[in-house]
């Protein structure tokens, strides 16, 4: 089953994380099949790659609860749900 999780980047007191879809199994640094996005936290950015991100929902992949919610700030659902 595939996850769609952060994994942790940057510098020590300076963390960027990557959105990726990882294997459950696989733990947080683990080997990801593929990098969908990032979120800054200090800097309140985010970027999604959409087309992969609905590709691996497609496939049946689950969000954590913090990816949840990065996508649904992002307006992610609300865009999907009104076509």
């Not at 300076?14 to 879809?21: D, G, K, W």
């Not at 593929?34 to 929902?57: C, E, H, M, S, W």
């Amino acid at each position: 089953m595939v996850k769609l999780r952060l994994k942790r980047c940057g510098r020590k007191q300076r963390a960027i994380y990557r959105i990726v879809a990882i294997d459950v199994r696989s733990r947080r640094e683990g080997r990801d099949l593929r990098k969908v996005g990032f979120y800054d936290p200090i800097k309140n950015q985010t970027y999604l790659n959409v087309p992969a991100i609905l590709y691996f929902f497609e496939k049946g992949a689950q969000p954590t609860g913090t990816v949840y919610d990065i996508l649904r700030k992002a307006e992610f659902f609300k865009e999907r749900t009104s076509s």
